[in-house]
């Protein structure tokens, strides 16, 4: 899934500010999930917004919609109306949701109300882990299902470095080792002769610079 998080209020004030009726526009799957733009997200910041522009003596006209999938035409189609009554569209979706708001809608401000922070998994209610950089050429297979170019905080793809101690990484000791798990995982399969599979070296042009990020949402973390 795709994780994000909710621009904090001050920054969605700037960006609303040159419009008086906004369309608030949460998705119901990805950002939903990780707390940043569902049907209770939406109702939350709206309410926010109304009350601190209220203070500030700027009167503001939201209106509330979620649908299921902002990155898809057939779910977009239903704020066609709801959009049409508005000045600009805030989407409490992802990069791709908003995009795909902006190419549908082509003459309507979309604005960006999450960050969008990585694709990874729920660990557990409240903790999102990156495990997907989106490399566009995945090689699974081969690492028995635990990715190392996004997971290992050094980026090897030929073996680990040597460097961890007791199945967690040397650059941070609270992250488990990407190597251990691949050949923890190789173990299980059966399939050790994977390692001696040589990857040639990817294109970093656009590399993560820390190894896996980690979203912990404290009140949600049970």
Request: hydrophobic share 35%.
């Amino acid at each position: 899934m795709i994780v994000g998080e909710q621009k904090p209020i001050s920054e969605i004030k700037q960006i609303v500010a040159p419009y008086n009726k906004i369309l608030l526009l949460g998705c119901g799957t990805c950002v939903k999930t990780c707390f940043a733009g569902g049907d209770d997200e939406v109702a939350v910041l709206a309410s926010a917004l109304r009350l601190s522009c209220r203070t500030e003596g700027k009167e503001i006209e939201v209106e509330e919609q979620t649908v299921e999938r902002q990155c898809e035409d057939e779910f977009i189609q239903e704020s066609a109306r709801a959009v049409g009554r508005n000045e600009a569209v805030l989407s409490l979706a992802c990069g791709a949701g908003v995009q795909a708001m902006a190419r549908r809608f082509a003459s309507m401000p979309v604005l960006p109300g999450v960050n969008t922070t990585f694709m990874g998994v729920l660990e557990k209610p409240g903790l999102f882990t990156e495990e997907c950089s989106g490399c566009g050429d995945c090689k699974l297979a081969v690492f028995g299902g635990v990715c190392p170019f996004t997971r290992c905080a050094k980026k090897l793809i030929n073996g680990p470095c040597g460097g961890s101690q007791n199945g967690h990484c040397e650059v941070n000791s609270e992250t488990d080792c990407a190597w251990h798990l691949i050949i923890e995982r190789l173990k299980a399969l059966g399939q050790m002769d994977n390692l001696r599979i040589y990857l040639p070296p990817k294109n970093w042009a656009a590399s993560l610079s820390s190894g896996p990020r980690k979203l912990i949402r404290e009140d949600h973390v049970l």
